[in-house]
């Protein structure tokens, strides 16, 4: 077996049987999860609004009575007709609130009473009943004509139409909630692409810093040439990202005809809801785009954690070594949530395309249909090409910092591989 | 023709000079100490050898060829301070550093067991690093440096922390791998390991070669200026000799130190005057004596 395959399968094997690694492929899932369940517990146990409608007057009770008696907003309680009655039930908590509509001189008066420990009254919902048992009272009493009422009711007509351009230029229609959704997945994206890029980094860099801390780098720098080594190393943590990527595969495949044959006979309003929302990428391959930006993107965070872990000499201080790149990833994050959230500005613009902010603000741009996917494609070229010359340039430092041991501070550590290049440098001149 | 030759060695580190002018070779089947006291560039050397640093000026050759990737399977090291995978079983822990050195796996698997009894390693083969004690975990790394049988055998400070049994298991290893023909060069503070497995001795003073030779070479240079006499003449009476420079007690003994070995006739005539002597021995000082006199001289 090859040097390179050895190390390879160490790095993979040791890190896929770790608790870290397990964690960050089931994290995703299992907030998926605890997000479902509790949503489905919220909506299973959450009580309807009950609210009791009274009046005092006699000549009103019968416009009361035409309130409808259940409806998406509350329950009413058709027994309670007096405001003692709904008073006593308030006290007891069987009631949330009441109204009490009353006229003077022709004029209708709604008072609503709540209880503090109760569900919030549907004020909106009630306020809009009300107003229309008022017209209906004041057209009775002007006798105005049923179809006079009509028009005088109608609203004005309104259309809306929510439109995203494709790589052609071309206009398509979208749901209303498409931007909602859109906001959601591109925020999704960039905390995915957050956590994993941290992820990745912290384990690479950790294993750098706990090789070298250990001296068993020094071992292993003695029967193995640096270079084949960083590489073992870096395409093992790659073959990561790959597996993990590849259960979710694996778990989208068989996930979705249990979705689509239980949950959506189980819910059908769920499945009329998904029906009218358009996932962005899965019919123009920014699914894909995705997934190729998470793979360079963690690829250009792992180079550069594993150079930086080689600066430090313990696991401890294998964390604090790679802050400045993660203030980079947190900067990556906001400007990529800014960017879900429809914010569209030149700097966000410029950023999509600046490697280390692009792995996660172009998807989140693309995702958000603030980007094309022409354009994803060019970011993503331009970040491939920084991953290669990053590689050379992590691989340098790599072999300059990884047998030298120093108490100083990150800086210092830095200063000194710089003199060890350079002096390398020129003891290669002739 | 030597394993390792290492010739006009300097190594800078600013304005410090860690090894300054360090030459000597190491044949097939020979044993070298290095010694000196802690920053006196043994470790430094060691790292240029394993070409982790290179070095401002000097060569090494192996077997009479620059280093290549070629020696990595030949090479066996081990590093001052120990390190293992907490994690890794012990088969594992010694499979992953053995492959590395070209072994097969199964080859390994093989012969596992055998070093592990070879050295009194008190663990399986399934057990995890982190359950064993520092006696044992130092001798899986020991194994895992030896396994597979290497041409030239680094090991820097490999007694240290080792209780006196480990200390002989060890001290059989390097005689074991020696008489297989393996060059061995290793760094110690225990001048009775170094005389007992060493056929040659460095000493790196401030990283300049102080000493160098066989144990027997080094010590007679010096002359056998030490006297252990066991006499009931007054140490006063001894002390008036010309030439004693000064008169240890100890338990049995005394131990006479001498300006030049010639004095020690003048002892010898001194104590036997009475006839009768239970000992008188004449020596070169022992190493540990020789380390203090030198590793002395770096702070008048």
Sequence with gaps: ?430 | MPVLMVHDLVKKFGTMTAVDHVDFTLNPGEILGLIGQNGAGKTTTFRMILNFIEPDQGQIRWQGQPFTQAQYNQLGYLPEERGLFPKMTVMDQISYFAELRGMKRATIRAEVPRWLDRFAVKAKPTDKIRDLSKGNAQKIQLIATLIHHPKLIILDEPFSGLDPVNVSLLREGMLDMKREGAAIIYSDHNMTNVEQVSDQLVMLRQGEMVLNGTVDQVRQQFGRIKVYVETTLPQEQLAAIPGVVRITPRRHDLELTLADEAVGREVFKLVTAQGYLPEFSQQPPTLEEIFKLKAGADHE
Excluded: C
């Design chain 1, 1 to 430: 077996m090859s040097k390179f395959r050895i190390v390879f399968r160490q790095v993979y094997l040791k890190n896929l049987k770790s608790g870290t690694y397990i964690w960050m492929v089931l994290a995703p899932l299992v907030f998926l999860l605890i997000g479902g369940v509790i949503t489905i517990g919220i909506v299973k146990t959450q009580q309807p609004v009950n609210v009791a409608l009274v009046t005092p007057q006699a000549e009103l009770a019968p416009l009361v009575a035409s309130l409808p008696k259940k409806n998406d907003a509350y329950q009413r309680a058709t027994k309670i007709t007096t405001e003692a009655q709904a008073k006593q039930a308030l006290s007891r908590s069987k009631l949330d609130g009441y109204a009490v509509l009353t006229s003077q001189n022709n004029q209708m008066k709604v008072s609503y009473v709540s209880r503090a420990s109760g569900q919030g009254l549907p004020f909106s919902t009630l306020d809009a009943q009300f107003n229309q048992l008022s017209l209906q009272y004041q057209a009775e009493r002007l006798q105005l004509s049923g179809a006079a009422l009509q028009t005088l009711l109608a609203p004005i007509k309104t259309t809306q139409t929510t439109v995203a351009f494709n790589d052609q230029g071309k206009a398509e229609k979208r749901d209303n909630n498409q931007q909602v959704v859109n906001t959601i997945v591109a925020t999704a994206v960039s905390v995915l692409m957050m956590m994993f890029i941290m992820m990745y980094a912290g384990m690479i860099a950790s294993e750098v810093a706990a090789e070298k801390g250990t001296r068993i780098m020094e071992i292993v720098l003695s029967s193995i040439n640096v270079n084949t080594q960083f590489i073992g190393k870096i395409v093992a943590i790659l073959a990561l990202i790959m597996t993990q990527l590849g259960v979710y595969v694996v778990l989208g495949l068989v996930g979705k005809p249990l979705v689509t044959h239980y949950l959506f006979q189980a819910f059908p309003a769920v499945k009329s809801m998904l029906s009218n929302f358009k996932l962005p990428g899965l019919a123009a391959g920014q699914l894909v785009l995705t997934g190729l930006f998470l793979i360079v993107g963690i690829m250009t965070y792992t180079v550069l954690a594993a150079m930086l872990g080689s600066l430090v000499s313990t696991v401890e201080q294998a964390q604090q070594a790679i802050t400045p790149l993660s203030m980079v990833a947190v900067l990556a994050y906001i400007l990529g949530i800014m960017a879900g959230n429809g914010v569209n500005n030149p700097l966000i613009k410029v950023t999509a395309f600046v490697p280390l902010l692009s792995p996660i603000l172009a998807p989140a741009r693309v995702s958000a249909e603030a980007m094309s996917v022409s354009a994803g494609w060019l970011s993503l070229l331009i970040s491939v090409v920084v991953l290669v010359l990053l590689y050379y340039v992590s691989l340098i430092f790599y072999r300059a910092n990884v047998l030298v041991y120093s108490d100083s501070n990150l800086w210092q550590s830095w200063r000194a591989s710089w003199r060890i290049l350079t002096n390398r440098q020129r003891q290669s001149r002739p």
